[in-house]
């Protein structure tokens, strides 16, 4: 199974935009510089692939469960161990799950068979 770069590159950003706003809210969150978002980002967004490749979800919505889940793991324990701040779980399930509902709106697309261009497979 190969990775699927766009996905990667949605879950990165996805992250870093929600963990960036919620610095301003959450005090746990409030010690993730930029640098530090872009590490927690793809580190969450990597190892969901990885996990993904793993366990092979049959729909959308166990990877975003997956996602969910990797997030919630990922955040609380780069901010305990990086930051030595104990984030307040709710605001850690709560930026997961603003996450995965981001990577659920953009559904992945299943690739052609053949190398077939879409247009190509539309057309009767």
Known sequence: MRINWL???IRAA???VVLFLLGYIVPGFSGLTIGRLAVVSLVTAVLSSLVEMAVKPGSSRDRSIILFLVTAVVVYLYSLAMLNVRP???STLLAAAIIAAVDLVFPE???LAGGEREEAHNNP
């Open 109 to 111: 697309r299943e690739p």
């Open 88 to 90: 307040p779980v709710v």
């Open 14 to 16: 996805a992250a870093f």
């Open 7 to 9: 996905r990667l590159a």
